[in-house]
């Protein structure tokens, strides 16, 4: 049978022309130089070869510079990959243990691997489908790409290699993420679990026998195996340059793969791009469904409406504790944050930390109390960044002292604190936030501002904050029409330096203990879920409230 002339089928493109007519990359370096050589006169064998050469030394090259300059594979994943090219495959199969005859260029090479890495990184995949495991140098390579409670499933029929790789991936960390599912793919697709958002694949690898592509393509779209968003990587979609070239062109899984990668590209559900990655990898993504129907069906995610990408926000005491939590939750849903402190060296610590995780920070020295401070504080942010978006007013103090003997000052100090600078402050994020449209304000309160914790004697602080809540009240109701959210976060008993510092709480610690439900004291990361909630946009209905996170200490 004559072979399939793959050029007249590919509209007279040529390798050897572009839009400059210039060989411009090291493909069509090589194939002017090839045409170069074909079209010396057969006197001339010297020339042609030195053409040939030339040509060998730039395609040959290739592969092992893209490896030379990527960060490599690490120790144990690179140990399985010498192990696979070095295994006596023959004899295994000689010796009846294996089915196939399995061979040392079935491993992915090192490139591919920490490409694959690299890309599991990007997306952020947590679950993986591996379709063709072999001896786990792609699985490893996929397994170290995903968090700690990620998981890289692969399918393999040949029981051998089960052993093969367990032995070799204990050396790993990652290799506890790595499930063997062992048998025919096309029966394992059918069978695993995927009924849930949390059991679908972020990233399909597809890297078994070519012929099955299709079955294994039909079932991971039929049975919707792929989370949203989610992508399936296609390797050997250049099958050696069968798929466009006259080169063995009439191979079997050659005429497969050519046939599987029209097949997706006709499908207009995918979006899809062929990299010329090793043998090529084919990345296939399923455009987002068109959602019809009501409110709910076409609201953005709760996740997008829960990000603060391009937001800004201000933390008052952001230089420490509760402050610092709520910097760093702010940060990590994508807004640049302002740390206000009276250390200017903390929140100059705590802005630093905010940058590390790439998000804009600045830092301000600032007495809340002192309305110069407040105006400077705003000013400064807006000259800064263009906007204020989020406040979060959390600056206070707490003294403990029996209600007879508490001093004037420490009542004036505790409300001047914890109840005018917060009012003002408000007043002041309000004035900038009506000029923008909106924005949200979240006032740290306490638990103390509705329930009266005990056995410490803390008047002053009980009733500062008690005014707090009232206040935030009140605020929301006025600015509601403003677009604005006010909103507090009341703490339970929170566990910090203060308290184990302190010669006077030290001792009351274990009763709080005993007081809590759950046996626990709050910790800064227990509050940052919720500052994030009411600071996004999925909070947009909810003002005036106070949110107690206390591990159910006011239950009892
Ligand atoms: C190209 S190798 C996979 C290489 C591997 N992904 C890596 O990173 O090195 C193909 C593997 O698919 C397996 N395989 C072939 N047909 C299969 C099938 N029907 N079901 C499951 N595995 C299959 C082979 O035994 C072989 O180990």
Redesign the pocket.
Known sequence: MPAVKRHEEMNGMNGDINATGQPDTPMEVATFLLKAALETPDSDVAKVKEHVKDALGIVRGLDPYLEQVSTPASDVAQKIWQD?VVHPWSEVYMAGKTQ?K?KKE???NQHE?VVLKMLVKLMRAKRVL??????G???LCMAEGVPDDGQVVT????PY?KDFVQQRIAGSPHGKKIRIEL????KTLKELDVSTRDKKFDFV?M???KV?YTVYWDLLIDRDMVAPGGVIGI?NSLMKGRVYSDYNADDVGGSAIREFNKKVRSDPRFEMVMLPVRDGLTLVRREPTELVGDAVMQAPSVFDRLSLRGKVALVTGGGQGIGRAYAHALADAGASVCLIDLDGGKAADVAGELMKKGVGALALQADVTKAEDTERCIGKIVETFGHLDVAINNAGMNKNSDSIDTSREEWQATFKLNTESTFFWCQAEAKQMMKQGGGKIINTASMAATWVPHPQNQTAYNASKAAVLQLSKTLASEWAKKNIQVNCISPGIVRSALIENSEALRPLVSLWYEQNPQGKLCEFTDLQGAVLLLASSASDHITGINLTIDGGHTLW
Not at 183 to 186: I, P, R, S
């Open positions: 696979s196939f399995l079935m491993v992915t691997g591996e379709i063709g495991m072999f001896t140098f792609g699985a399918c393999e029929i040949e290699l048998g025919d793919a096309a690898f890297d078994a026998d099955g390797d």
